[in-house]
């Protein structure tokens, strides 16, 4: 779905800019397009998945929100990894198990690329 695509790139984006320039005004954004794209992905994936999936995966999103949003600006490298490996691993971990279920082909192995 071009617009997940679209909305995963923002949120390593998001934290790019925050390692650019370690400020307020990114760290702000950063945390909007996290909020922002986890309640969107949640509208997806509790209209396809089982109650064990789901509990599972809002799990996740509670969890990572929670550390997030604890954020001060400047934010410490660690911090900023730590939350890089996270979306990596719940992309390939947690989002994928429902791309089948989505109402329209995805292809595997999936391409990032863009055509």
């Known amino acids: 779905m071009p617009q997940i695509d679209d909305e995963h790139r ?3 984006n998001g934290i790019l800019l925050i390692e650019r320039e370690n400020n307020e005004h990114n760290l702000k954004d950063a945390t909007i397009k996290y909020h922002d794209h986890f ?3 949640e509208g997806l994936f509790k209209q396809t998945m089982s109650d064990d999936y789901i509990a599972d995966h809002l ?3 509670t969890d990572f929100l929670a550390r997030f949003d604890a ?3 400047p934010v ?5 990894t730590w939350a890089k490996n ?5 992309i390939k971990s947690t989002d994928f198990k429902y ?6 082909h995805v292809p595997k ?6 055509p």
């Open 39 to 41: 309640t969107f992905e």
């Open 109 to 114: 192995p999936y391409n990032w690329k863009t």
């Open 86 to 90: 996270w979306l990596v691993q719940h």
């Open 10 to 12: 923002g949120l390593f």
């Open 71 to 73: 954020w001060t600006s």
């Open 99 to 104: 791309v089948d279920l989505l109402p329209h």
């Open 59 to 61: 799990g996740k999103h």
């Open 76 to 80: 410490p490298e660690s911090e900023l």
